[in-house]
């Protein structure tokens, strides 16, 4: 009943002591750092852009808001990772070990579809301890531009294009009505931008700045979008 409820409170009113400004709620001290997060990668005629927000939360609370989300595997291969830091992070070491010994066995650069199965192997095997989510991206001589996904759990799969994290939710129905076949590159800056953009507003686990990876044949171009110059998604009258 309503009595009941307040009484329990009473000692708190008796007392004069804070209901809810208390330094128990400290997640922020012991949880892991948490990449929820928002990452995209799109392929196009001639490569692939891949983007990524910059929030790292530990908790509720921003532990780093400009980290960089987009990891490099070799001379053209880059991943997104999102999910727990520290798996994503050890998983991309590992797999940009084994693909370099790859590489110098094969006397020439690995194919991006090597790398996407190093992290599928690693992401499944060791599927029931790891927090990791993972878009492969990259260019090679055999296929040209090419798109991964690793979820969790470990599958592989390919895609023209891919999006992941906690942001993804809620850009899945605007990256369908607005995603076309053969794109320019410019096309697919784009709409990347626009995609991490609404992603940011709307998710309180991603933000900072969008950064972005161009792959392509003649190599790696690396862009910073700050936060206040992306395009403003939510009305705010």
Not at 108 to 116: E, G, I, N, T, Y
Request: aromatic share 10%; glycine share 10%; charged share 20%.
């Amino acid at each position: 009943t309503t009595g009941s409820y307040i009484a329990r409170f009473l000692p708190h009113f008796a007392s004069n002591a804070p209901l809810f400004f208390t330094m128990n709620n400290t997640d922020w001290m012991t949880k892991a750092h948490s990449m929820g997060t928002s990452i995209m990668a799109v392929r196009f005629a001639g490569g692939v852009v891949m983007g990524a927000d910059s929030r790292t939360t530990t908790g509720s609370y921003i532990a780093n808001r400009v980290s960089d989300k987009l990891t490099p595997i070799h001379d053209s291969i880059y991943c997104c990772r999102s999910g727990s830091a520290s798996d994503t992070q050890a998983v991309a070491d590992y797999v940009k070990y084994y693909l370099n010994v790859h590489a110098i066995e094969l006397g020439d650069k690995p194919l991006v579809k090597s790398a996407a199965a190093l992290f599928q192997r690693l992401c499944y095997e060791n599927k029931n301890a790891l927090q990791a989510g993972i878009i492969v991206g990259g260019w090679d001589k055999k296929k040209g531009g090419q798109v991964f996904t690793i979820p969790l759990g470990g599958s592989l799969v390919e895609q023209p294009f891919s999006i992941g994290g906690s942001g993804s939710t809620y850009i899945y129905g605007y990256c369908d009505a607005h995603y076309r076949e053969n794109m320019t590159k410019e096309e697919c800056e784009q709409f990347v931008i626009n995609s991490l953009a609404l992603a940011m507003a709307r998710d309180g686990s991603s933000g900072g700045v969008v950064r972005l990876v161009i792959i392509d044949e003649k190599g790696v171009e690396r862009k910073m979008i700050p936060g206040d110059q992306l395009p403003r998604c939510v009305f705010e009258g």
